[in-house]
């Protein structure tokens, strides 16, 4: 093995990547080096970065698919310099999208003929997915305010706190205003009573989640499209809905068919579904599918002659991968109804062991529902000496990942630990997690012994000599002590910087630390 | 091998994909299936519909890229499964991110300090760069005219006409004016002058595009800004500039770096190029880069708290993939400033090639300019007898997908032809494509003689088509063929066929 000083010339110079002098040399991290290196060393570099980065199947705080059959990865490879948008160039893969589409409208329950196509097109994920509903939703109303002669310029949309931050882009970026409905302790839901009360006549929408972020839980849309109807009739506003199914739209209809929230109930006039989710396709696809070609007004949609045929296309992204598109349709056709009805059926079951297992530690107070996605969310029964956060970075050695977040108002006093159930996590793995968890309980057990008894000592001393600082005087007053010792002033300290801290994170849209 | 009838039980079931009951069935395609079926055969089913489609690198409509080397692929496969956006998971790959970012900047002369962090962000493609920056554009503009007490209800952008359909949507659906400057016949671009006449008191920003997709012409920014910069002096209106650079940012600064149209000039304030363009990564990643802090309004910035750290984030897109953040990585620490320019100089190489090899013919007239994207642009000098269009045809049955259109208003009548160059079109396939286009210009030259015969016997009866009171039957087919590819092509280009 030749130890190459030579500078770079081609790739022949390096014979052995390790002992390479690109290896020993400090990368540029902020200008590009102004010569090439070998595609050797650059493959070996950036996988040694990358090797300190999580591990996708072990991080339990994400609903995206970490797993795929290899036959699967072979169409993705196959595809990947396939660029979607030139349907001209790959009639077949648009195909497949438009069959995609049909197959999520039809599972949804869409209107439609036999031989009618449905309205819907495929995403980067459901954010794209959400912004092209709301988009949808606010172009209608804004036309049927027009029409009247009346104002459009304060449109709103009504969802509940537990909505997740795309919905917040939503408003930002285009303008809406964003009326929440807040959650109380003990129900982490949009209420469909307090939703509907919301609704006024520059609601464009009212937005329900089918699948939680926080818990799982699913909202109940057919309550909320009874009491929406009974508003509409009476104000004659004409709301309508959109079931943010990111979740849930790929677990619903396979474990209660006879749960009444899609396209079922007349006032639901779009859904959005993550293919990345429970549609069991990698990060990169989400779909957007509307009731009938008139909740999609026309001028939004650009249309584009191919193959002397007009395809219809409203998206905001241009240019992407197929592999994902094509990845999708190979789930669907791969495992149909039956498949996805098993690998919902297995996540559910390990769900329910997992929650079992937590339960029986006694420590433990199960936040999530059992009809939901499956998933487990928990919290401590007793955190006053620990809480959840610390439970969360101590699973982190055991290699697990489990994120812990608070609950947004008005129940930010509650805190959760969440773990996401997926395909791949087997139940060997939901065993080996209970074993941790408990672990870790005992291990901070043992810690605050440690803090306790210095304080029990402190307080002694202290109320031996009680002395109020910077003036004399007798001891204690009202049998508090006014010196505060070093151990306790650390321990103010610390908890009001966590407090501080946990604050600015949910202040500041924490919610993206959750999704 | 057995022929299997049996019911579906498990895979097992499938000795042979091919004598399996599935591909004798006909899949459902507008509903799921009930059962599952082997994942051999969905692969196997899938894969033979793929067959029909084109073949990616034979695709010359196309700027973005077709090919990687093989290491790149590997990363891209490892990182397949990781979500982007869990940046608290994969901190690796967000500091990917970040760095690409600020290389990307100091190769467009961003103004920052040796140990400044970049402002800019990674998106999907330069759709949603452009729609970031606008909304940028359009909240400054907004904040501004506040302050002051103006009405905000009539923002406008300014562009030439030559723009790409995702300005038309960033338009339409953020309710912003697109006010465009026409072409004409022989200046494709939009025209620096009639630019800043246009700009009025609700103008958010004027839009040039350095690289215009219909010739890869690069628009004369410097011109550009210093009349926008006069303008500006008179009204004090401040408007801005951005850069579409989607296909010339990776361009210009290796075989132009003396072309100032980056944050060299003053009015620049953000500019976009695309990655899985001439950033030679795959489709599905873009860059948006500002100038500094104060052209984005921190109102639109959502900041996540990851590793104790502030990380602001503002994309339209959520969860998306890794691999392409990566690969963007990979080419740059692979390719270096040295690397990135040869791969430029080979595809202008190639492009002189191929488009010497079409001017030898005599017959066709290029469009497109030397400096520029590596594209060759070209029309007929007579397409009387045929046109641009009928050449994309025949071409097809040689293999090769080559583009034809019309130029937007008001050049409608020119028809071209267009080429990409990308750093997988070898000199051989220049070479190859030239011969290919003489044998089809051969075969159209064979035709007509046919057309002209019907003609000629219809024109026996002369006089009485002359005076233009019967027309015959193929001239009738002619007109209306012709009528109706005009008035498809004229939708096409309001939206998208040319990209």
Not at 253 to 281: A, C, M, Q, T
Not at 315 to 343: D, M, P
Not at 383 to 402: C, K, P
Request: proline share 4%; glycine share 6%; net charge negative.
């Amino acid at each position: 093995m030749v130890l190459s000083k030579m500078s770079s010339q081609s790739d022949v110079s390096v014979h052995s990547t390790f002992a390479s002098r690109y290896v020993r040399e400090s990368l540029p991290r902020y200008r590009m080096p102004e010569t090439s290196i070998p595609k050797d060393a650059a493959f070996q570099i950036i996988n040694d970065e990358l090797m300190l980065d999580g591990r996708p199947r072990l991080n339990l705080a994400s609903f995206v698919t970490t797993w795929m059959e290899p036959e699967c990865d072979k169409l993705i490879m196959d595809s990947l310099n396939k660029n979607y948008v030139d349907m001209d160039e790959y009639p077949v893969t648009t195909e497949l999208q438009n069959r995609c589409v049909n197959m999520i409208a039809h599972l949804f329950n869409a209107p439609l003929g036999d031989s009618e196509a449905a309205v819907g097109v495929g995403t980067v994920g459901s954010s794209e997915a959400i912004m092209l509903a709301g988009l949808a939703f606010k172009r209608k109303w804004q036309n049927k305010r027009k029409a009247l002669g009346l104002p459009t310029d304060n449109p709103n949309i009504v969802t509940g706190a537990n909505v997740q931050v795309c919905w917040e882009k939503f408003a930002r970026y285009f303008e809406v205003e964003l009326k929440e409905v807040k959650l109380t302790e003990g129900y982490y839901v949009m209420d469909p009573e307090k939703a509907v009360e919301m609704v006024d006549e520059n609601t464009i929408c009212v937005a329900a989640i089918l699948g939680s972020t926080l818990n799982g839980e699913f909202e109940d849309v057919k309550k909320l499209n009874d009491l929406l109807t009974e508003k509409n009739r009476a104000t004659g506003w004409d709301t309508p809905i959109h079931v943010d199914a990111a979740s849930g739209g790929f677990i619903a209809p396979f474990l209660w068919p006879d749960l009444e929230w899609d396209f079922r109930l007349p006032l639901v006039k779009s859904i959005n579904v993550s293919g990345h989710k429970y549609g069991l396709v990698y990060a990169g696809v989400g779909w957007a599918i509307w009731r009938s070609k008139d909740d999609l007004p026309d001028e939004l949609i650009f249309h584009i002659n191919y193959l002397g045929a007009d395809q219809p296309t409203f998206t905001l992204n241009f240019s992407k991968g197929s592999s994902q598109i094509i990845a999708q349709y190979y789930q669907l056709i791969r495992l149909g109804h039956e498949g996805y009805r098993n690998v919902m059926e297995n996540c559910h079951e390990n769900a329910m062991f997992l929650k079992e297992g937590l339960e029986k530690t006694g420590r433990f107070e199960i936040v999530s529902k059992e009809i939901g996605v499956p998933l487990v969310a928990f919290s401590l029964k007793d955190n006053s000496q620990h809480d959840e956060f610390q439970i969360a970075e101590m699973l982190r050695t055991y290699g697990w990942i489990v994120p812990a977040y608070t609950m947004p108002a008005d129940a930010q006093h509650i805190t959760v630990l969440r773990v996401v159930i997926r395909e791949d996590f087997s139940r060997t793995l939901a065993e080996r997690l209970v074993l941790d968890v408990s672990k870790v309980l005992h291990e901070l057990d043992t810690l605050p012994v440690r803090l306790h008894g210095k304080v029990a000592v402190v307080e002694g001393e202290a109320a031996a000599a009680a002395v109020i600082a910077g003036e004399g005087g007798s001891g204690s007053v009202n049998g508090t002590f006014l010196k505060k010792t070093e151990i306790e002033t650390q321990r103010e300290i610390t908890t009001y910087w966590k407090n501080f801290v946990a604050n600015k994170k949910k202040l500041k849209n924490n919610k993206n630390t959750i999704c």
